[in-house]
């Protein structure tokens, strides 16, 4: 059987590209096999975060996640600081990753270039080694990542092996997943960046009132043509929209050209405009009966108690190949 696991660092507001790019998918993954989805908030930490804002966007997120269809009965929910062996594995894995491969990661480079180095902590540079153990600790075949993720998932890979080589089978190889369609949703504002959690313009965020979503998307930035096709550089505003409609509608980028041949620009936003409405007001109204009610803690608890059972067996593994009593 599969051992799936996934999460979401609940630092910012969720946007509409994290619903495309992975809340919407994680219930597909509860029928493929066993599955763990947790919220990433010792990861939060790697950066400065409000403590308030920490604790409401987690409980957040575990509100999204059973919004979008994860069901507790398939799946295990939890938060990530609530099974200390996620810590406990870090402590240990950081010995076997190198300070040159660590420096090399995408992720690190960009973020650091926009602080000053004298406040880079070492949780940022460090980030792929909790990432690595938390993948690790649940014996993942199955990682399903964003693109820019990969790369992390590629040196838990190399971590896997090097560690394996020298104490013995003791660590699952996993592999990383990512969704075909609707992998990378750019900002509306700026369709050459990411949509990231910070532009207010430019992000959907899933809180967002449908009037709010409307406007933003009608107002999204396209080019001076008049033609709907996929074009990424030279037409990435009506790439990335033609992307949003395709996800949404479960159609191929293709046969979504071909719905909106002939089509203006105006027309062409108001579908799209429909088809994220369409989608994610049902989504607000189960979330909001989710968040009002006792029900996250339950979940919560519940899939923490799964997961240190999992988490604690490949804990106690690796202690006894390194030699810790």
Do not use: W
């Not at 599969?2 to 219930?27: C, D, H, M, Q, V």
């Not at 009037?211 to 107002?219: A, E, L, Q, W």
């Not at 191929?252 to 405009?273: L, Q, S």
């Amino acid at each position: 059987m599969e051992r799936i696991l996934s999460g979401i660092k609940p630092t910012g507001k969720l946007t509409l590209g994290n619903y495309i790019g992975a809340l919407r998918n994680f219930k597909n993954f509860q029928e493929q096999g066993e599955c763990f989805i947790f919220i990433a908030d010792l990861h939060a930490l790697t950066l400065p975060i409000d403590p308030l804002e920490l604790k409401t966007n987690s409980r957040d997120i575990a509100a999204f996640y059973l919004a979008a269809g994860l069901d507790p009965n398939k799946c295990n929910i939890f938060l990530q600081s609530h099974v200390s062996a996620h810590a406990e594995l870090n402590a240990i894995m950081q010995n076997f990753l190198y300070m040159g491969e660590l420096s090399r990661m995408t992720q690190f480079k960009d973020k650091s270039q926009k602080l000053n180095k004298e406040k880079i902590g070492l949780g940022l540079f460090a980030y792929p080694v909790l990432m690595a153990s938390d993948i690790l600790l649940y014996d993942a075949t199955i990682v399903p990542v964003g693109e820019d993720q990969i790369q992390h998932v590629e040196l838990t890979r190399d971590l896997a092996k090097r560690f394996n080589h020298r104490y013995g089978d003791t660590l699952i190889m996993p592999k990383a997943v990512v969704t075909k369609v609707g992998a990378r949703i750019m900002s509306l504002s700026d369709p050459t960046k990411k949509m990231s959690k910070s532009d207010e313009k430019g992000d959907i965020f899933l809180k967002d009132d449908p009037k709010v979503i409307r406007k933003k998307i009608m107002s999204a930035v396209t080019d001076s043509e008049s033609v709907v096709i996929y074009d990424v550089e030279n037409k990435p505003g009506i790439s990335n929209l033609l992307t949003i409609y395709a996800s949404l509608k479960n159609i191929t980028i293709p046969e979504a050209e071909k719905e909106f041949e002939g089509a203006n620009y105006g027309t062409f936003k108001k579908a799209v405009a429909d088809a994220v409405i369409e989608e994610i007001e049902p989504f607000q109204k189960r979330y909001q009966e989710i968040i009002a009610s006792n029900y996250v803690d339950e979940v919560l608890n519940r899939g923490a108690e799964k997961a240190k059972s999992i988490a604690n067996a490949t804990l106690k593994r690796v202690h006894d190949v390194v030699g810790l009593l």
